[in-house]
Nanobody
Framework: VQLVESGGGLVQAGGSLRLSCAAS????????MDWYRQAPGKQRELVAR??????NYADFVKGRFTISRDIAENTLYLQMNNLKPEDTAVYFC???????????????WGQGTQVTVSS
């Protein structure tokens, strides 16, 4: 499975961007899809997650970011509004599939897209 992110770029504080993650297979088969981010010198952190029946957000993006998916287009999105300089990071798309009754998962990652927010 290939995941390809796009939509990153340079934006001023208060601006908006929409990230896309195009999958090479039907995303309906995934048990969950997420957006993570990693800033220089920091650990990768979960930003938002979507499953068939729920969405969840990290506290630091609640009210500003929206995760969604278009199953027909096999694409995951992240709408980012009111961006702040601290949102600057490489954003990664992630998908997982549970493969057995013990809960073992197969993970897929995209290559990342850079988001830079200037003050």
């Amino acid at each position: 499975v290939q995941l390809v992110e796009s939509g990153g770029g340079l934006v001023q504080a208060g601006g908006s961007l929409r990230l896309s993650c195009a999958a090479s297979k039907n995303i309906f088969n995934f048990d969950g899809m997420d957006w993570y981010r990693q800033a220089p010198g920091k650990q990768r952190e979960l930003v938002a997650r979507i499953t068939s029946d729920s969405t969840n957000y990290a506290d630091f993006v609640k009210g500003r970011f929206t995760i969604s998916r278009d199953i027909a287009e096999n694409t995951l999105y992240l709408q980012m509004n009111n961006l702040k300089p601290e949102d600057t990071a490489v954003y990664f798309c992630h998908a997982e599939k549970v493969v057995n009754v013990e809960g073992a998962k197969v993970d897929h990652w995209g290559q990342g897209t850079q988001v830079t927010v200037s003050s």
